[in-house]
């Protein structure tokens, strides 16, 4: 078995200071990844190669520095879940859940090619999550000079 890889540091603006784990399953309790709030020492526990995941767990940490308990109601408005943080509420049914995977899907997938309700719904989802507009729906400028 290979030495486990020590904890990463993360630095951001966004989130306080946090530790990153790299660790096997058994460590996150058969989830891909874990979030453990913490206000002076968040963390994030990764147990998958998956991509996502890493995303995925950040998101936590920004929604639960960022949100605001008018834009958590808003956001499980548009997203029809009852609860931001219930243990006992599927992981569907759950805002917190389904916070960090409208902002892991906005800020790391590419735009849709077909957009419908769904697309709609969660660019809604996202701007009441955030205040800001999906940013893949940002207009570039136009190199036409008239």
């Keep these: 078995m290979p030495p486990p890889i020590p904890p ?34 968040p963390e994030v526990t990764i147990c998958t190669e998956l991509d996502f995941v890493y995303e995925h767990e950040l998101a936590h940490a920004w929604a639960a520095f960022w949100t605001s308990d008018e834009r958590r109601s808003r956001f499980m408005e548009i997203c029809a879940t009852s609860a931001w943080n219930d243990p006992s509420a599927d992981w569907g049914d759950r805002g917190v859940e389904q916070a960090a995977f409208v902002i892991q899907q906005t800020l790391a ?28 729906l940002a207009q570039t400028p136009s190199l036409d000079p008239a």
């Design 8 to 41: 990463l540091r993360v630095k951001s603006s966004l989130i306080p200071d946090m530790a990153v784990t790299f660790a096997g399953a058994e460590s996150c309790d058969g989830h891909y990844g874990l979030y453990h709030h913490s206000e002076s020492a």
């Design 109 to 136: 997938l590419p735009l849709p090619t077909i957009q419908g309700r769904e697309f709609e719904n969660r660019v809604a989802a996202f701007e009441a999550l955030t205040g800001m507009g999906d940013p893949r």
